[in-house]
Nanobody
Framework: QVQLVESGGGLVQAGGSLRLSCAAS????????MAWFRQAPGKEREFLGVINWNGDDTYYADSVKGRFIISRANGLNTAWLQMDSLKPEDTAVYYCAAARGFSIQRTSWRSYTDWGQGTQVTVSS
């Protein structure tokens, strides 16, 4: 099991940017693919994107493609979610998640075994 802690959430105006961090501990970070999800009140948890074990492959949901970028540094046991051109509809609790293995063809939250506690992102209009 890997422990995950998100940080970097907050309040931002529409059109602005935020960078979320996900710090991992407990296991070998490079053994895991890392994904980001979000959940707005009354809605299901939404897949945003995923990055492979060494950071050279990513996959994004259409809703955030071109605006959000996932990166990671295995030497720092950290993954990031850079969010640009934020919109009010991006308001949600954002979660990082981890799964062992190499395939990034995993967009369901059920595919991930370890989760952070979440960080709130609020985008004002």
């Amino acid at each position: 099991q890997v422990q995950l802690v998100e940080s970097g959430g907050g309040l931002v105006q529409a059109g602005g940017s935020l960078r979320l961090s996900c710090a991992a501990s407990g296991r070998t970070f490079s053994d895991y693919i890392m994904a980001w999800f979000r959940q707005a009140p009354g809605k299901e948890r939404e897949f945003l994107g995923v990055i492979n074990w060494n950071g050279d492959d990513t996959y994004y949901a259409d809703s955030v493609k071109g605006r959000f970028i996932i990166s990671r540094a295995n030497g720092l046991n950290t993954a990031w979610l850079q969010m640009d051109s934020l919109k009010p509809e991006d308001t949600a609790v954002y979660y990082c998640a981890a799964a062992r293995g190499f395939s990034i063809q995993r967009t369901s939250w059920r595919s991930y075994t370890d989760w952070g506690q979440g960080t709130q992102v609020t985008v004002s209009s």
